[in-house]
């Protein structure tokens, strides 16, 4: 029988990276994102190419009503989670912290932290019924140093790590794994969301680098995911080989 894969925002970038490749090792795919459309697409177009089934589910993870409804009632047949892979986040703005707007800080912080509470939690009885599974958590250079104008978005991956390792304690008498996995520049459509649209200074992020694709960080959290169920990576950060961490680039040889 196929394994499950439950990936959230992989409607772009990662998240999409992560679902054709769990699709291409015949894994079955829960994918969710808000963009309708893209999850529609990538269920026709990836259930074609390797004969999988892909169930699409619409929502917002800042949205604890809709997260618990839909997920905590998946079909019986979509109950037995192997992998849990709490991808969607965003960053917004780079401000200073006196000047960043409320609002953005709210968003990230209901996306990145409470969304990724909210996920994990609805899916978690049925991982705890079967005493297994895996929870691979994104986080992010950002939350392991912080940077200047990276204020809450760094915060909320702070909070991912700090939750990461949580997870790992509580969830031990589960036998449940519990990862980490935090990129350095990954080009996707992060940096024009967090310019809000600017894609001159979302390119500019990008600059003198080769950096990491989605399919990059794919292909590391299907390792995680792939290895025996007595063997857990807990924390992985990964960066382009021209950035050293959250600070350090080498953007001119
Ligand atoms: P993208 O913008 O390409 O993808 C973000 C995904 O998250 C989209 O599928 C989006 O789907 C989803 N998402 C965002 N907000 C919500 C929401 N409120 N509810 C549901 N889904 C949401 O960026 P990346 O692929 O780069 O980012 C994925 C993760 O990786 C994020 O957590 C990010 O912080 C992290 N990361 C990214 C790095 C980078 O350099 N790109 C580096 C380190 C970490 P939709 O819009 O359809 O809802
Ligand atoms: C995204 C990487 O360095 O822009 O999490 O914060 S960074």
Redesign the pocket.
């Known amino acids: 029988m196929n394994k499950i894969v439950l990936i959230?925002?992989?409607?772009?970038?990662?998240?999409?990276g992560c679902a054709e490749k769990f699709a291409a090792a015949r894994y079955n795919l829960i994918i969710?994102?808000?963009?309708k459309d893209?999850l529609d697409a990538l269920k026709a177009e990836l259930e074609s190419a390797h004969s999988i089934q892909v169930l699409p589910l619409c929502?917002?993870?800042?949205d604890k009503e809709a997260v618990f409804n839909i997920l905590g009632n998946l079909p019986a047949e979509w109950q037995d989670v192997d992998v849990l892979i709490n991808?969607?986040?965003?960053?917004l703005g780079r401000d200073n912290f006196e000047d960043a707007p409320l609002d953005d800080w709210e968003t990230m912080l209901n996306?990145?932290v409470h969304?990724l509470l909210y996920v994990t939690r609805a899916i978690l009885p049925f991982m705890i019924k079967r005493k297994k599974g895996h929870i691979i958590n994104?986080?992010?250079?950002?939350g392991k140093e912080v940077y200047e104008k990276g204020n809450a978005y760094c915060a909320s991956?702070f909070a991912v790590d700090a939750l990461n390792r949580a997870m790992r304690i509580d969830l031990l008498k589960h036998h449940i794994k519990v990862t980490g996995i935090?990129?350095?520049?990954?080009?996707?459509?992060?940096?024009l969301?967090r310019y809000k649209g600017d894609a001159t200074t979302a390119a500019a992020t990008y600059n003198g680098i080769t950096p990491l694709t989605?399919a990059d960080v794919a292909d590391v959290i299907f390792y995680c995911a792939s290895l025996p169920p007595h063997v857990c990576i807990n924390d992985l950060v990964l960066t382009p080989t021209r950035q050293a961490d959250a600070f350090y680039f080498n953007r001119n040889q």
């Open positions: 959230t925002g992989a409607t772009s970038g990662i998240g999409k969710t994102g808000r963009r893209r929502f917002d993870v800042q991808n969607a986040g965003l960053a996306t990145n969304g994104m986080g992010s250079v950002a991956k935090h990129p350095g520049a990954v080009e996707t459509e992060f940096s969301v989605g």
